[in-house]
């Protein structure tokens, strides 16, 4: 069965400096989002993506962050330069079609960001 | 931003009894799904309601979306331990434009 990846599983990094989260979305799915949970808290919506471009972001997601598809596979997220409140766990998802007509998104397994 | 509240917020029961929680707002949801989310992992989907009053079913698993889409319940009968987790709601508002999370349930079915 299709399934969304994401590496890597956890990452540490100092404050301050760039990281960048790798999303492998299901192949045939057009629309990519990025989530956050901070530990204990609620899982929050950060970005969609389709088409090449932001289709919606949250406040959350602000002019540290950044999303890209590099190439036919790959879904990225980058943090320009961490703070210790970015630590969390980031999910990455993908859905066949848009949210407004209820497709279905399907989620990674996270990756643990850790800032030191 | 519309929010959604899941309650209770913990559950600890025996296996083969039966639970029900529940998801509410004050705003009306185009959709909700159910979601869930294993300690470590990615929430894993369960259902999507789009329609008022829609009741879906899933082995033993019965969803409901309420009649004026601001609320939504779950019902597991004859839980077993491998229903244990943290069970989800999230929907999408009426404008399309936000995704939101509830905080969650979390199950635990004891043998």
């Known amino acids: 069965e299709p399934e969304v990846t994401q590496t890597p599983s956890h990452q540490v990094t100092q404050m301050g400096q760039e990281v960048i989260l790798r999303c492998v979305p299901i192949?045939?799915?057009?629309?990519f989002y990025w989530y956050r949970q901070i530990l204990g808290q609620k899982v929050e919506f950060l970005v969609s993506f389709y088409n090449n471009e932001i289709s919606e972001k949250s406040e959350i997601f602000d002019d540290q962050f950044s999303v890209e598809r590099p190439d036919g596979s790959n879904f990225t997220l980058k943090i320009r330069s961490t703070k210790l409140e970015d630590s969390a766990m980031y999910f990455c998802?993908?859905?066949?079609?848009?949210?407004?007509?209820?497709?279905?998104?399907?989620f990674g397994p996270g990756t643990r960001l850790t800032v030191t | 931003t519309q929010l959604l509240e899941q309650s209770p917020q913990f559950l600890s029961i025996q296996e083969g009894e039966n639970l029900t929680v529940y998801c509410n707002s004050s705003s009306v949801f185009s959709s909700l799904q159910w979601y869930r989310q294993e300690p470590g992992e990615g929430p894993v989907l369960l259902v999507t309601v789009v329609t008022g009053g829609e009741v879906k079913k899933l082995k033993r698993l019965t969803f409901q979306f309420g009649d004026a889409r601001k609320d939504s319940s779950l019902h597991i009968t004859a839980a077993q331990p491998g229903d244990t987790g943290l069970y989800l709601c999230?929907?999408?508002?009426?404008?399309?434009?936000?995704?939101?999370f509830g905080p969650g349930t979390r199950l635990s079915v004891l043998p």
């Open positions: 192949s045939n799915h057009l629309y």
């Open positions: 998802a993908s859905s066949e079609g848009g949210l407004r007509i209820s497709y279905e998104q399907y």
């Open positions: 999230a929907g999408l508002d009426n404008y399309g434009q936000n995704f939101v």
